[in-house]
């Protein structure tokens, strides 16, 4: 259960690295597909906007895995695993949702 938790804690490390990155409006080019769409497709959407959602959204994810290492680590409760899986599915559900719905905030 130890290798568990630091597997965890490391991922979400590496995971709040990046969310920080893309907060900040940076790291756009960490988004899958945006790096290989044409200059014209990439001027059409606000970038920083673009990538602070992804950070966001990449801070949920974090905030899971900082859950299912707390499980691995200190309290063995089957609810606590059970909110990090069910977080870790939800969010890219919610997520996704959220820029189909609102595509057009990311348009310029």
């Known amino acids: 259960m130890l290798i568990a938790g630091i597997i965890y804690s490391v991922v979400a490390a590496l995971l709040l690295i990046i969310a ?25 959407y606000n970038a920083p906007r673009l990538a602070r959602a992804v950070g966001t959204m990449l801070l949920f994810v974090v905030a899971s895995l900082v859950l299912g290492a707390l499980y691995f680590f200190f309290w ?16 890219p559900i919610l997520f996704i949702l959220y820029f189909l719905i609102f595509r057009r905030v990311f348009l310029l």
Request: proline share 2%.
């Open 20 to 44: 920080i990155i893309m907060l900040t409006g940076r790291g756009v080019m960490l988004i899958a597909g945006f790096n290989t769409m044409s200059p014209e497709a990439r001027a059409r």
């Open 76 to 91: 063995q409760n089957a609810w606590l695993l059970g909110v990090s899986v069910g977080l870790l599915i939800l969010t």
